[in-house]
């Protein structure tokens, strides 16, 4: 049980096009999901907390306005890049978490790469 | 912030016991800690956790010194498909806590 997928696996866009990112808990329902970035020989760095119904909250020093996150329903939360960049070429991971205290489920990952 | 300390890698020879260490020193009473590993171009997978007790599941062991400041994840016997970079991550007790990740170990299981 908790699996955690992501969709794309990868995908390759254009510089200042936009891309979506989709997050699903397969199994259960998860208030809350996150969003990480990891660059390569990097750890995962937090990007955001998303909590179902409301607005996300970001880390600092995440651009809020560039990482637009929805968290629509209890099984899907959504990851858009806005106006990709090269820099913004990365792995992106969502995990979830559906109970208090309990750990977060990690989704394969998706590599985005803006050429 | 990750509140966590490792050694950037580590070797082991296969069937043998990996010890992986952890670093905690500020850790607070209400803090857990979780252990992940990360296969290569995979996310992370769970692997155990605990308080201030030890723990044992099918996959791992976790021994937390009494003061609570380190911590010690035991695969009892590796196998190459153990090779991964290992996470231990400091997360508050209750609530949807963040997990901030350290830098991990990476652990080199050989022939």
């Known amino acids: 049980g908790a699996v955690v997928s992501q969709h794309p696996s990868w995908v390759i866009c254009k510089s200042g096009t936009s891309v979506k990112i989709e997050c699903r808990s397969l199994d259960f329902q998860a208030t809350t999901m996150f969003w990480y970035r990891q660059f390569p020989k990097q750890s995962l760095m937090l990007m955001a907390t998303?909590?179902?119904?409301?607005?996300?909250?970001?880390e600092q020093g995440v651009e809020k306005d560039k990482f637009l996150i929805n968290h629509a329903s209890l099984t899907l939360s959504t990851l858009t890049v806005t106006s990709a960049h090269p820099e913004d070429s990365s792995f992106y991971i969502c995990?979830?978490?559906?109970?208090?205290?309990?750990?977060?489920?990690f989704g394969p990952g998706t590599r985005l790469t803006v050429t | 912030d990750a509140k966590t300390t490792q050694p950037p890698s580590m070797d082991c020879a296969e069937g043998r016991a990996a010890n992986l260490p952890c670093n905690h020193s500020?850790?607070?009473?209400?803090?857990?800690v979780y252990w992940y590993r990360q296969i290569h171009s995979q996310g992370p997978q769970y692997i155990i956790h605990g308080l201030k007790n030890n723990e044992t599941n099918e996959m791992a062991s976790l021994i937390i010194t009494e003061d609570r400041k380190s911590s010690t994840l035991i695969l009892p016997h590796a196998t190459l498909r153990d090779t991964a970079v290992y996470y231990c991550i400091v997360r508050s007790r209750g609530g949807f806590n963040k997990f901030y990740f350290g830098s991990g170990t990476k652990l080199n299981v050989k022939p």
């Open positions: 500020t850790i607070s009473g209400n803090e857990y």
């Open positions: 998303s909590n179902e119904g409301s607005k996300a909250t970001y």
């Open positions: 995990s979830a978490a559906y109970s208090d205290g309990g750990e977060q489920y």
